[in-house]
């Protein structure tokens, strides 16, 4: 079979490498209930990191900025940044974030297209 398919539960956080046997990237879905936080500053050694906020506001630091999200944002984020994501107060966040190694896309949309 050349496709996986799932579901996603609506739960703190779903990371889908294996249910979706991934071989180029990492996709997690996350929530965090309104004033919450993810518990760790984290960068990373060679992957970027792209998130897209679902549903809700919250905020990010990053290398001491604070930037402010809401539903219907992305952000790119480079590997050696230092990053926290927060719920607002009164809200919470649902988020997706894709992980892949910086600088590994060859192609894309209609240059790696075969028809």
Known sequence: MN???????????????????L???EISVNSLPAGACVPF?????????IYGVLEGRG???????NVELK??????ISPAAKRQFFAA??????????QVKENSLEGYTAADAVL
């Open 23 to 25: 071989t180029g990237a």
């Open 41 to 49: 500053v984290h960068a990373h050694k060679q992957n970027e990191e």
């Open 59 to 65: 905020h990010a630091v990053i290398d001491g900025d």
């Open 71 to 76: 539903a219907g944002d992305w952000l790119r």
């Open 3 to 21: 496709y996986n398919k799932t579901t996603v539960a609506d739960v703190a956080r779903t990371e889908l490498h294996d249910t979706l046997c």
């Open 89 to 98: 107060d009164d809200s919470g966040i649902k988020y997706i974030c894709i």
